[in-house]
């Protein structure tokens, strides 16, 4: 298994901006998954993208994937108050378990 | 349910106590896990069922950590002699595939050992 880093380790914007979360792994994957965590609670999957990929959309979330540099990116578009929440990426090697890093802390104030 | 229940949502032991944690799955999952998460860090993979099948128990931290899933839908996590260091959420995800994709969450348990 392998752990992604989440780059910030935090970030605070105004609501309405855009927010930019980056995650940097080591080897070959064969997915990489975003999770959202609010304060206190389970974490809830955002989205997968699989290494053929090079961008996914989901509502206002972008996901890129670049395998070159072994590194994703998700954005965040139009932030809400109600996007303030620990981010983690989860880099997936066939038949391995999900590793998180630490996370990326987002606050989006008001 | 539609999710991931997960009782008792907080626990107070006593150091030296035992403790029993349960999840339930979303009904028809296949693959359960269990992590646990210290205070600011991202969870950490404790072990993983296939239906009732244990395969891989390599993140338990010790043999005072032990879990099992005997009819393929229910499990339960069992730490014996509880240490301060075992204070932890504790969190329990299922998934629909036995290859590992996209996981659901419960809301986890959170053990405090005084």
């Known amino acids: 298994s392998q752990q992604g880093e989440e780059d910030p380790q935090a970030l605070s914007i105004q609501e309405g901006e855009n927010a930019t979360m980056n995650c940097s792994y080591k080897?070959?994957?064969?997915?990489l998954q975003w999770y959202r965590q609010n304060s206190g609670r389970g974490l809830v999957h955002l989205i997968l993208?699989?290494?053929?990929?090079r961008e996914k959309h989901s509502g206002r979330l972008r996901v890129t994937l670049d395998t070159s540099k072994k590194s994703s990116s998700l954005l965040i578009t139009a932030s809400r108050a109600a996007d303030t929440a620990s981010y983690f990426c989860?880099?997936?090697?066939?038949?391995?378990?999900?590793?998180f890093g630490e996370g990326t802390q987002l606050t989006v104030n008001p | 349910g539609a999710g991931v229940s997960q009782s008792p949502r907080y626990k107070v032991a006593k150091r030296g106590q035992d403790v029993a944690l349960r999840c339930d799955p979303i009904?028809?999952?296949?693959?359960l896990f269990w992590y646990q998460q210290a205070l600011g860090q991202g969870p950490e993979f404790l072990t993983y069922?296939?239906?009732?099948?244990?395969?891989?128990k390599s993140g338990l931290p010790s043999d005072r950590f032990f879990a099992e899933r005997p009819e393929g839908s229910v499990s339960t996590l069992k730490i014996q002699r509880t240490q301060q260091e075992d204070s932890a959420v504790y969190l329990c995800?299922?998934?629909?595939?036995?290859?590992?994709?996209?996981?659901?969450f419960g809301p986890g348990t959170r053990l405090t050992v005084t």
């Open positions: 995800a299922s998934s629909s595939r036995t290859e590992i994709y996209e996981q659901y």
């Open positions: 080897t070959s994957i064969n997915n």
């Open positions: 993208i699989r290494s053929n990929e």
């Open positions: 989860a880099p997936l090697t066939s038949g391995s378990r999900l590793t």
């Open positions: 009904s028809g999952h296949v693959s």
């Open positions: 069922f296939q239906n009732e099948a244990q395969l891989d």
